[in-house]
């Protein structure tokens, strides 16, 4: 099993900036994929960003240029890095990992943009 723990979730006016941090533990094998994706009521879970263990990235057209994923492997850890964030980035956002073929998933951070 592989437990995550999301932090730096909150309250951020919009044009601000914030980070995100997951880090995961226990039986890890090979984190070959670590990410972000977020969710809404009502509305499926979406991907923000996700970064392989090679560094190759992918985004969501929504944050591309406002959003950087990174990951310290040495520490199982992914961050997402949100600047210039807007009303429609409010969401719940959940830390992902593939590993060794199983994913997981954490349970949540919000993150709520203010006018």
């Known amino acids: 099993q592989v437990q995550l723990v999301e932090s730096g979730g909150g309250l951020v006016q919009a044009g601000g900036s914030l980070r995100l941090s997951c880090v995961a533990s226990g039986r890890i094998f090979r984190l070959n994929s670590m990410g972000w994706y977020r969710q809404n009521p009502g509305k499926q879970r979406e991907l923000v960003a996700r970064?392989?263990?090679?560094?190759?990235?992918n985004y969501a057209d929504s944050v591309k240029g406002r959003f950087t994923i990174s990951r310290d492997n040495a520490k199982n850890t992914v961050y997402l890095q949100m600047n210039s964030v807007k009303l429609e980035d409010t969401a719940v956002y959940y830390c992902?990992?593939?590993?060794?073929?199983?994913?997981?998933w954490g349970k949540g951070t919000l993150v709520t943009v203010s006018s």
């Open positions: 970064m392989t263990i090679g560094g190759s990235t």
């Open positions: 992902n990992v593939e590993n060794w073929g199983v994913n997981y």
